[in-house]
């Protein structure tokens, strides 16, 4: 079974793409409903997330979102803008080697993301590839946050 990426490249198109620029995502609302819905999950309810009033005159003078949220968000925004090859039956997430949550996102704050190709190494059958995701919040000069990603694809 073939998973249906949105966007997709020949495998021979992509070592000429290290050190490029290879997705910008849409932007996506990270709402106070979606922080809500993140704090059930991981029983994470400290007021600065979670009580609108409480935290408006805390740090951050509103309600923020997780970082793990934030980071968390990185995997629908790559799945819309970082193009795989067209082999690829499945994307696996390898893991980090950096992360770094550089500003606060406010409930209501609008994210994108870009991608930039750091490395690429083929396998037996994976592709993996090294990313530089920077997370952009809109209006704001310096990024929500910055990681360095492997995913890893199965390909034929």
Known sequence: MTVPFKKTLLLKE???L?????GLSDWI????AMI???ADVTRDHQFIHTEPEAAAVGPFGAT???GFLTLSLLSTLA???VPVPESATASINYGFDRIRFLSPVRSGARLRARFILRGLERGD?????????IMECEGEERPALAAEWI???SVT
Request: proline share 6%; hydrophobic share 45%; net charge negative.
């Open 64 to 66: 923020v979102a997780h």
């Open 18 to 22: 290290v050190g490029q620029e290879i």
């Open 29 to 32: 609302t990270v709402d106070q």
């Open 36 to 38: 809500d819905g993140f």
């Open 14 to 16: 992509f070592p000429p």
């Open 125 to 133: 059958g994976v592709l993996t590839l090294s990313l530089t995701a």
């Open 79 to 81: 799945y819309e803008a």
């Open 151 to 153: 995913v890893r694809l």
